[in-house]
């Protein structure tokens, strides 16, 4: 679990700019000069005036909640990179709604241009390094699609950790086979490395054409979640990336 932090206190233009990032300080300060700025239900007369996380701070009547970092759960679509620029391709950060957005998001993880599903982006850095970072082995969980039909050989293959083009070992993972389509299988996996999924099938003389990933630890995917959409993922849950 991860510690509780204490409650921030700080300068009501820095407090509400750091969650509305249309807002700098300087229209903070305007919007108080005109009464638009309140702070438990008072109206504040001093942009330097101090409010922590737990106040009641609202611009023009609406509340901004404080949130020292953010978390949001992307349904990737194909065609987008996990990159914060656009060298290679549209960046994911484009699908983010104006209303989620904040300086210094980044896609924690990632999945290739032509996969689908589950990406978390945060600004958050010392979770996204303990969530990658190889001693943790945060499985992430993915739905395959193969060009041929799935082998019972691949349960045992995979559960021993397969080795992949290049000689590279990967470490144990579970795949299951979809008893409705023989095409189709959920893998675990306990590592990142490029091109995984698609690497280690190759190696068993088949090929993915169709990959999504559908959890990250143990959060789920929003099922009513649609391609390209994004939620805000609720603070309590943050836990469940890293157990």
Do not use: W
Not at 122 to 136: C, I, Q
Not at 157 to 174: H, N
Not at 210 to 232: A, S, T, V
Request: aromatic share 6%.
């Amino acid at each position: 679990m991860r510690c509780q932090k204490e409650v921030k206190t700080m300068r009501i233009d820095r407090f509400i700019s750091s969650q509305k990032p249309e807002l700098s300080r300087s229209d903070v300060k305007k919007l108080v000069r005109d009464g638009h700025v309140t702070l438990n239900g008072k109206p504040v007369k001093n942009a330097q005036q101090q409010a922590n996380e737990d106040d009641d701070v609202r611009v023009n009547g609406e509340r901004i909640i404080y949130r020292e970092h953010i978390y949001i759960m992307l349904n990737k679509p194909q065609g987008y990179i996990c990159s914060t620029s656009d060298n290679d391709g549209e960046s994911v950060l484009k699908l983010v709604p104006s209303e989620l957005r904040r300086p210094g998001l980044f896609p924690a993880g990632r999945l290739d241009k032509d996969t689908e599903g589950f990406v978390l982006i945060t600004d958050d850095g010392e979770l996204a390094h303990k969530m990658l970072a190889p001693s943790h082995h945060v499985p992430k969980t993915y739905q395959v699609t193969l060009e041929r039909p799935f082998d019972e050989s691949y349960i045992k293959l995979f559960a021993e950790g397969i080795t992949i083009d290049g000689g590279e070992k990967c470490l144990p993972a579970e795949v299951t086979p979809d008893v409705s389509d023989c095409h189709k299988c959920t893998l675990i996996l306990h590592e990142g490395k490029y091109h995984q999924v698609k690497r280690m099938f190759i190696s068993v003389g088949n090929k993915v054409t169709f990959l999504r990933r559908i959890r990250i630890g143990n959060l789920q995917i929003d099922e009513n979640l649609p391609l390209g959409g994004c939620l805000e993922i609720l603070h309590k849950d943050v836990d469940k990336f890293l157990f």
